[in-house]
């Protein structure tokens, strides 16, 4: 564990025991009215707690919490009242959860439990890779006594649809249909789905609410490279990391996206909604939403040799990182930068034309610019300012581009324009960017790589 880590459970945790279990209980350290100034509750486990007992003015109690590491795989994690008549766990309204936002903003990702006002609880998604999010623990006066919530982790296993054979052996993808409808009409019901990879990683431009209008179905025709994959299907918006635009949301009204890389979050609080998954050419399964906020997972394979990997990752776990901090080890992120984290990039055949790319990079500093680095083979990592750089000898540079005000920037490019880029050779691809509020000497860093097979 680094020694912030550390320093941020010294400065706002105590350790209590109940019946004889021992459990953390972060309390709120004042002035925390904001996400800027949440209390860090880090490596949260089941039976943790939030905990807010001050009076300060406001009801607001804003933590920045994560949960802890835990092998590979889907998590689902809620915070749930155990003081029921002081606090709520809230997002920007009632009985609810403030989480993972866009920095410095208030943006709903969850809606409260339709006819269940008594219900105060929130339920996200993770991966075993300690994701952060904001909490918002609310109190129904200014004095907040006794405010408490508790966490629960439970493990989920999707549902196995089996295997898809590569239909399209000259481009070595396989091209699939997919949708998310209602089983019976009804308005409030507007499925969505969002395609996850191997590494667990949202894939941009793999994820939608409707293509016409509100609450219509969710179908899409895709192309998709050997490898697998994970799909996450709800009866409503399904926030991630992802820009905005990229959000499986309206057309008009994208879904708001999260602070942090990985946290998954189903705004819909309603129960009992039925659904209904259709996968390539098998039988549609038809799915019951037993809690609020729930989103039905699957996986499978595109058949033939796995095609993407990520390295040069910037955990420690192959070299330390130039400036002394390294990324949460199995975070799949690059060296950390001025925002707190590493960066990372992915990459996905277009899903008009499988014989041209598309590539998106995460978790950046806003406004700076990133570049691309694309080549056919691999070296040790090379210290590089505050950065890793693992791609070898020919490695040819692409068009840089202006990171976004969410962090995130995004390039296309045919292979044509690779040379010597050919069927059965691994494609690598990292990015460096600008930090100009990094410590001096760490101001150009770069992202972990990810490598495709073509």
């Known amino acids: 564990m680094s020694s912030f880590r550390i320093a941020a459970f010294a400065a706002c945790l105590f350790v209590s025991s109940a019946v004889g279990l021992a459990q953390t209980v972060v309390q709120g ?89 008594a219900v105060r609880f929130t339920s996200w998604y993770g991966f075993g890779k300690s994701e952060e999010l904001y909490v918002e623990l609310q109190s129904a006066n200014v004095c907040r006594a006794s405010g408490r919530v508790a966490l629960t982790t439970e493990a989920i296993t999707p549902v196995d649809l089996g295997s898809v054979p590569v239909n399209s052996p000259g481009l070595n993808v396989a091209s699939i249909s997919l949708s998310v409808s209602r089983v019976s009409f009804d308005v409030t019901v507007d499925p969505s789905y969002q395609l996850f990879d191997a590494e667990f990683r949202a894939m941009p431009a793999h994820g939608i609410d409707d293509p016409f209008s509100l609450n219509s179905d969710a179908y899409d025709f895709i192309n998709l490279p050997p490898g697998r994959y994970y799909l996450a299907a709800a009866d409503g918006e399904i926030s991630t990391h992802l820009p905005p635009h990229r959000q499986s949301g309206e057309a008009d009204s994208p879904a708001a996206a999260t602070d942090f890389n990985g946290v998954v979050v189903n705004r819909n609080g309603n129960a009992g909604t039925e659904l209904r998954v259709r996968f390539w050419q098998l039988p549609p399964t038809n799915y019951t939403k037993a809690d609020p906020y729930d989103i039905l997972w699957y996986t499978f394979v595109v058949e033939g040799q796995e095609t993407v990997s990520v390295f040069c990752e910037g955990d420690g776990s192959i070299a330390t990182c130039p400036c002394g901090t390294d990324a949460s080890l199995g975070s799949g992120q690059g060296c950390p930068n001025s925002t707190g984290r590493g960066a990372s990039i992915m990459t996905w055949p277009d899903r008009a034309s499988a014989s041209e790319f598309a590539m998106s990079a995460f978790d950046l500093p806003a406004g700076q610019f990133a570049m691309p680095f694309v080549g056919l083979g691999a070296q040790s ?63 150009i860093n770069l992202t972990s790589g990810t490598a495709v097979r073509l």
């Open 29 to 117: 350290q004042e002035p925390n009215n904001s996400k800027a100034e949440a209390t860090l509750a880090p490596g949260l486990q089941t039976g943790d707690a939030l905990a807010a007992y001050s009076c300060s003015g406001t009801a607001l109690n804003f933590f920045r919490a994560s949960t802890a590491p835990a092998a590979p795989g889907i998590y689902r994690h809620t915070l749930a009242n155990t003081d029921f008549d002081s606090a709520y766990v809230r997002l920007f309204g009632e009985d609810a959860i403030e989480d993972a936002v866009l920095p410095g903003s208030l943006a709903l990702l969850q809606d409260p439990p339709t006819g269940q006002a």
């Open 381 to 443: 990592p090379v210290s590089v300012s505050g950065g890793l750089y693992c791609i070898g000898a020919g490695g040819q540079r692409l068009v840089p581009v202006l990171i976004d005000s969410a962090g995130s920037a995004e390039w296309q490019y045919p292979l044509s324009t690779i040379p010597g880029a050919m069927a059965g050779q691994s494609l690598l691809i990292q990015a460096a960017y600008r930090d100009p509020a990094a410590a001096g000497g760490c101001q």
